[in-house]
């Protein structure tokens, strides 16, 4: 479905200091961004962005960014972002295709991938965020054992992205097609709607082993 266009989400965007529009400017120089050489964690598809709030609130003494490429919606995780005002959290509008503009190899330590599109016809595959075409561009800014996970509701994500990941040389250290829910983990609001529906969760933690 297609989202009507929201007029006032670019500009409001590009009046917002939390968010960059134009990411490849900071290329190696993210830790200048956040004054701090923390680690730098990334979410791809962060939607409105409640994950990468949550995750940064609770985790101070790590840097997050917060990915996607819809400005529709991403204008809503723009105004969360911009009034937390937590000095470890920005956004980025941008794609995930082109992460080796916007960062130096081995800068980012950690990639989140939670219930993005399956593009479930054949001819989409490669659209999708684990396919081996851009697991070949996380290597590239990704630091040696470095891990992404992965969380889905779709059973044909799940299963494909466990061979995309093992073909493409990642160990996968974690796998399972009904993840338990745990009173410390942070959820998704996707993962709170397909757990109200018994819908089970897919869940993926794999190795970036060099």
């Not at 490849?24 to 004054?35: D, L, Q, T, Y």
């Not at 040696?144 to 493409?168: M, N, P, Q, R, W």
């Amino acid at each position: 479905m297609r989202l009507r266009k929201k007029h006032f989400a670019i500009p409001e965007l590009e009046e917002n200091k939390k968010v960059f529009l134009h990411p490849e400017e900071n290329k190696g120089s993210w830790g200048e961004i956040f004054k701090n050489n923390n680690p730098i964690h990334l979410e791809l598809g962060a939607g409105r962005g409640g994950f990468a709030l949550r995750m940064a609130e609770k985790n101070p003494k790590i840097n997050f960014l917060a990915l996607d490429l819809e400005a529709n919606v991403f204008v809503y995780a723009g105004r969360l972002i911009k009034e937390a005002d937590l000095d470890n959290l920005f956004g980025v509008l941008a794609r995930a295709e082109n992460l080796c503009d916007y960062f130096a190899k081995g800068e980012v330590s950690k990639i989140y991938i939670n219930f993005c599109n399956p593009w479930p016809k054949p001819r989409q595959h490669k659209r999708r965020l684990t396919h081996p075409r851009l697991l070949e561009v996380y290597k590239n800014i990704l630091k040696e054992g470095s891990e992404i996970e992965v969380k889905t509701d779709d059973d044909g994500l799940y299963l494909a992205s466990l061979e995309y990941f093992k073909d493409s040389g990642f160990e996968v250290l974690e796998a399972t097609d009904d993840l338990e829910e745990r009173e410390d983990s942070i959820q998704t609001d996707y993962e709170k709607k397909w757990r109200s529906q018994n819908i089970k969760i897919k869940y993926i933690k794999a190795k970036f082993i060099g």
